[in-house]
C-alpha cells in the first residue's frame, strides 16, 4: 500500500492505493459527481483507494480536482514502478447506455495525454473541462500514455462516467500479471 499527503494554500489531501488490496474504497472530496467518478476509477480497476481532499470549492473546484489527480497519480507511480511482470498495454471501451469513450494505455513511464472529450457544459455544478484536468494531473504523474476518445453518447454523465470506467478497465488490464521480466525490448523501462 501507498500513502501520499499533500497540503497547500487550496487543498489538503490524503491518499492511500493499494494495487493488490481488497478492492475496497472510500471517497470524500466535497463534490458529490467527482466522488461517484473516483469510486467508479476505483471500483472497475480494482485498485484499493482512499481518498480524502478538504478543498476550497466554495472557491471553485479546479483546485480539488487537479491536485486530487496529482496525488493519486503520484501514489499510483510508487505503487507500481519500477514496472516488471505486467502487461503494460492496454485498451478498453465502456459504454453506459448510448455512451461510448474508448482508452488506450501504456504503462511505460513516459507521460503522454491524447484527450478527445467534449469540453463545454456541465453535469450539475461540475464542469466538463475538469474531467480534462483530472486525467491530466493524474497522467502526468502516474508518467503513463493515455489516449481518451469520445466514440459517442448525448448524455454528459453517461460520457464522463464513460470515460472513467474505460480507464479504470485499461489500467486493470494493463497491471494484469504476466510472467517476461521488464515488458520492453530496450530492458528497461
Known amino acids: 500500500m501507498t500513502e501520499i499527503k499533500r497540503e497547500t494554500k487550496e487543498t489538503k489531501i490524503e491518499v492511500?492505493?493499494?494495487?493488490?488490496?481488497?478492492?475496497k474504497s472510500h471517497i470524500s472530496t466535497g463534490i458529490g459527481f467527482f466522488d461517484h467518478m473516483l469510486e467508479t476509477l476505483a471500483k472497475h480497476s480494482g485498485i484499493s483507494m482512499e481518498i480524502f481532499c478538504d478543498g476550497d470549492i466554495d472557491v471553485d473546484y479546479h483546485h480539488s480536482v487537479e491536485d486530487v489527480g496529482i496525488v493519486l497519480g503520484e501514489a499510483l507511480y510508487k505503487e507500481v514502478y519500477?514496472?516488471?511482470?505486467?502487461?503494460r498495454f492496454s485498451n478498453a471501451v465502456a459504454i453506459l447506455d448510448e455512451a461510448a469513450v474508448e482508452v488506450d494505455l501504456d504503462i511505460g513511464g513516459r507521460a503522454y495525454l491524447v484527450y478527445e472529450m467534449p469540453?463545454?457544459?456541465?453535469?450539475?455544478d461540475f464542469d466538463l473541462e475538469l474531467v480534462e484536468e483530472f486525467f491530466k494531473s493524474l497522467v502526468f504523474n502516474f508518467k503513463v500514455a493515455a489516449h481518451i476518445i469520445y466514440k459517442r453518447g448525448e448524455n454528459k454523465h453517461h460520457i464522463v462516467e464513460s470515460a472513467f470506467k474505460s480507464f479504470a478497465v485499461a489500467l486493470r488490464r494493463a497491471l494484469e500479471f504476466?510472467?517476461?521480466?521488464?515488458p520492453s525490448t530496450k530492458g528497461v523501462l
Open 16 to 23: 492511500k492505493v493499494d494495487i493488490n488490496g481488497s478492492f
Open 82 to 87: 519500477p514496472i516488471k511482470d505486467i502487461e
Open 119 to 124: 469540453r463545454d457544459g456541465a453535469i450539475r
Open 178 to 182: 504476466r510472467k517476461s521480466g521488464i
